[in-house]
């Protein structure tokens, strides 16, 4: 079952197996939109059902993913996201990891999310003007550069994770049958939040 208050936290082995687009993709729809069968996550994402099913099954070894009794019937299964996120302990486990293999999949799986942002944000741009105008005007894309130490920037990322921790269940969740992706009948809607914090050469 889905925990919204868990975050799965990743080790080399789980790494592995999760840095591959599209097991990335697989995971993030279930996520987005929950339950899904791997023909409905093949249809939305573009790839063959069994494509969907094989990397299911990888998900599934790993604990990222698993069956949805509720949904499932004996021609279909049904399957559902775990955790509501990942996260690492510390990047330096990744980055000085012994094993090429494990930091090339810290590579691949970062590159992947910094793919995925960019396509989030631009499916944003490209259909702003299909929502509300209370909507246009909340959204936000905004960058800042500022002169930090490493503890100072750690700090900033720290504070900004708690704030949007914050924010978490203020809005109750609408039912099963509602559209993940349109504004509800209180006005809520699913909202994207990025944050990207990186020091940067001056020359």
């Known amino acids: 079952m889905l925990d919204d208050g868990t975050v799965r936290v990743l080790d080399p082995r789980s790494l592995r197996a999760l840095a591959h687009p599209l097991r990335m993709q697989i995971l993030g729809a279930l996520r987005d939109y929950g339950p899904a069968t791997a023909s409905g996550l093949g249809s939305r994402l573009g790839e063959s059902s069994g494509a969907t099913s094989y990397h299911l099954r990888q998900l599934a070894a790993r604990g990222f993913v698993e069956d949805d009794p509720e949904r499932g019937t004996g021609r279909e299964r049904w399957w559902r ?11 330096d486990e990744f980055l000085d990891h012994p094993d ?5 999949a810290l590579q691949s799986f970062m590159h992947q999310v910094a793919v995925n942002h960019t396509e989030q944000l631009t499916a944003w741009l490209g259909t702003s003007h299909e929502w509300p105008e209370a909507w246009r005007g909340a959204g936000d894309m905004s960058n800042f550069t500022l002169r930090l130490t490493p503890e100072l920037l750690l700090e900033l990322s720290e504070k900004v994770q708690a704030l949007v921790d914050s924010y978490r269940g203020r809005v109750p969740e609408p039912p099963e049958d509602a559209h993940p992706r349109s504004p509800a ?8 939040v990025h944050f990207h914090a990186f020091p940067r050469r001056a020359d």
């Open 100 to 104: 090429p293999e494990v930091r090339g």
């Open 81 to 91: 996201a775990v955790h509501r996120g990942t996260r690492f302990d510390s990047v």
């Open 185 to 192: 009948a209180d006005g809520s809607a699913s909202v994207r």
